[in-house]
């Protein structure tokens, strides 16, 4: 998918080049490529949510090397999901 910065980037330098140029059908196609991306994300933050709930279930701690705790993969998924939810990926 393009980054909607990208493309906006190109619209300033047609603009630029060419004044008169019409942008209404290039304008109308960039909103709908923003409606669409905002509500994959919507969906997509509403999957992890669930699948959070879902996992919850299953996180634990485990003994890890020389007895020192540590999380099981579902904790470790549970924080990993949390980090992507809090933006902390970026």
């Known amino acids: 998918m393009r980054k909607l910065s990208d493309l906006k980037k190109i619209i300033d330098t047609l603009v630029a080049v060419y004044p008169d140029v019409n942008l209404d059908v290039v ?9 669409k991306s905002n509500l994959r994300i919507t969906l997509l933050e ?22 020192v705790p540590e ?5 470790s998924l549970l924080s990993m999901a949390q ?4 933006g902390k990926h970026d």
Request: charged share 40%; net charge negative; hydrophobic share 30%.
């Open 46 to 67: 509403g999957t992890i949510l669930e699948l959070m709930e879902f996992v919850d279930d299953y996180s634990d701690v485990v003994d890890g090397d020389y007895g």
């Open 27 to 35: 304008y109308r196609y960039i909103d709908d490529d923003e409606r």
């Open 83 to 86: 980090d992507v939810l809090d």
């Open 71 to 75: 999380p099981n993969r579902a904790m």
